[in-house]
């Protein structure tokens, strides 16, 4: 690590992403450049976000949330970026936040590099927003992407309960007509910023799902019971 001091400004958008991430992760290891990573401790959820600004530095947070929470007690604030931490600042007021060492930290130790799609479709936010909606008034905890038969659908439901209810609805057309697949997904896991997304889904149980106005990309696992016959 580097002892060069640099002071600089967040914007609102990469605190914004930052919030997010730490809905993934309450640790993160910002390192240098402009790139921010970060992956779910099960590494079930990893994201990528290209941002503005470019820090000069690696460091490391422990708690995410707490750091963003000590960041709002100024309005638009400056950050001084040391060896051992960060001087944020604003006018006669400071704070002396220090950094965590690397190894505590979950941190992806790779790029993915996502295996070839067999589905494709953009995930509207207000889509999303219904779905994840329905699955906290209905309490239902999966989620599938699946073929009727003529489109491709998504659905929140119990999977593990015959008789659950199920709130459904269409996101596209079948890329031919004897898809027959069922990729599922744990609600909870879909903690995206809110946008619409290209999503594509891999039979290797990850999927992709890229925000199509910022430079962000988010990778999720599949639940195993998922399945896509050809």
Do not use: C
């Not at 991430?21 to 790139?35: D, M, P, Q, T, Y």
């Not at 479709?121 to 038969?149: C, H, P, W, Y």
């Not at 992709?208 to 896509?228: F, G, M, P, R």
């Amino acid at each position: 690590m580097t002892t060069t001091q640099t002071t600089t400004k967040i914007s609102k958008e990469t605190l914004g992403i930052l919030k997010n991430f730490a809905s993934i992760n309450s640790n993160i290891l910002v390192k240098s450049g402009n790139v921010l990573t970060t992956i779910s401790p099960v590494k079930n959820v990893m994201a990528k976000a290209t941002v503005n600004e470019t820090f000069s530095s690696e460091f490391g947070i422990w708690d995410l949330n707490k750091f963003l929470g000590t960041v709002s007690l100024f309005e638009s604030p400056e950050f001084e970026f040391d060896e051992k931490n960060v001087r944020i600042s604003n006018g006669s007021s400071e704070v002396v936040y220090y950094y965590s060492e690397p190894k505590l930290l979950t941190v992806p130790s790779k790029e993915i590099t996502m295996p070839e799609g067999v589905l494709t479709f953009t995930l509207k936010q207000t889509d999303l927003n219904e779905l994840q909606k329905a699955s906290s008034i209905m309490q239902l905890s999966d989620m599938v992407v699946r073929s009727d038969g003529d489109k491709v659908q998504i659905a929140v439901l119990d999977k593990k309960d015959t008789t659950s209810n199920i709130y459904s609805l269409e996101v596209g057309d079948l890329p031919h007509g004897d898809h027959n697949f069922e990729f599922y997904f744990k609600v909870e896991n879909l903690k995206m910023i809110p946008g619409d997304y290209d999503v594509i889904i891999s039979e290797k149980n990850i999927s992709q799902l890229s925000n199509t106005k910022d430079n962000i990309v988010y990778w999720i696992a599949l639940e195993t019971d998922s399945y896509y016959n050809e």
